[in-house]
């Protein structure tokens, strides 16, 4: 069978629950190949072994240009067929600067792949349509839309390699300062459940009552444009076609009238409730639940029920 890749990505000293699902499509293509930027590959090796695993390769290094350097490497060192990854700010990065090193074939944000085929399947025009896209080389890069593909336990025995390959210089890249976003809250991209406000959240003192009950479901908390361009909540939090993509299991959206540029980065999401008080607005012909309602006392009414059976 085909060696297939997974960049794993980190956050902090745990691995993103969304790696899980990437693993997941490795397995089904193939020997599925960790690589991890990690300095105790230990503390990680039996999540990774749970979810498929066979060999986890440890790497270090100090910034992106060293980073797909190596990740280039261990392509090379273990005739990898396909090197996957999230299609995260971290991942596009590091996927598109491995597949310029080798030439290679890149797509994405891709919401199905067929390792078999060499097939990927890309969300376009706003998610108005798909395009089923083949591609053809040695090594496929491809990122996929986290959480799109369910993570399925496969246990295996894991070999852990530590790995290390001359870098040369950075091209003239240096990273003078790292500044981290807030801490205690879960990364849009990463949340399995999300509960985002539109323009009618009217301010942002009245995002609390969203806060509020993603704590107790437990979930993050996202706004549309129109919110942030109100002023509302800052663009870290918007979801969108200028936003953030997300495929949580739940998504709920409070005061949103539906558009595509929303919808777009939101569609791929399992279960989709709509909170609206226009029983014509077209977030009800797009979710799967919808409340004809006012956000302001449908949210606290779902936060009180959910507290009470905790």
């Known amino acids: 069978m085909s060696n297939i890749g997974v960049l794993i990505e980190m956050d902090g000293q745990e691995i993103k629950a969304s790696n899980y699902g990437v693993l997941t499509a490795a397995c089904s293509g193939g020997n599925a190949v960790a690589l991890v ?30 980073k797909a350097k190596l990740m280039a490497a261990v392509v090379k060192e273990f005739n990898l067929r396909a090197l996957l990854g999230l299609s995260s700010a971290r991942g596009r990065d590091l996927l598109a600067r491995c597949a310029c090193i080798l030439d290679a074939p890149l ?23 798909t395009a089923i896209i083949q591609l053809s080389g040695d090594t496929l890069h ?13 246990p295996v025995s894991a070999e852990l390699i530590p790995f290390t390959a ?29 509960i985002t406000g539109g323009r009618p959240m009217d301010s942002a003192e ?61 569609k791929t999401s399992r279960v989709i409730v709509g909170i609206n008080t226009d029983k014509d607005a077209p977030i009800f012909g797009k979710c799967d639940y919808g409340i004809v309602g006012d956000l302001f006392e449908v949210v606290p009414a779902l936060t009180e029920v959910l507290n009470k059976n905790r």
Not at 39 to 62: Q, W
Not at 166 to 193: F, N, Q, R, W, Y
Not at 248 to 255: D, E, N, S, W
């Open 37 to 66: 930027f990690t300095e105790n590959g230990e503390a990680i090796k039996n999540d990774l072994e749970r979810f498929g695993a066979g060999k986890i390769v440890t790497m270090s290094a100090t910034n992106p240009v060293q």
């Open 107 to 129: 797509a994405l944000d891709a919401i199905q792949i067929d390792l078999a085929d060499g097939m990927v399947v890309k969300s376009h025009f706003s998610g108005k349509t």
């Open 142 to 154: 491809v990122g996929l839309r986290p959480n799109v593909i369910e993570a399925v336990e496969k």
């Open 166 to 194: 001359e870098t040369g210089d950075s091209d003239g890249l240096k990273i003078l300062e790292v500044k981290k976003g807030g801490t205690g809250t879960i990364d849009l991209t990463e949340a399995e459940i999300i």
């Open 206 to 266: 009245n995002f609390k009552i969203l806060h509020a009950c993603a704590k107790v479901l437990p979930g993050a908390v996202g706004a549309s444009r129109a919110a942030v361009d109100a002023g509302f909540a800052p663009h870290s939090m918007q979801v969108g076609q200028t936003g953030k993509t997300v495929s949580p299991k739940l998504y709920i959206g409070c005061g949103l009238s539906g558009s595509v540029q929303h919808f777009a980065g939101m």
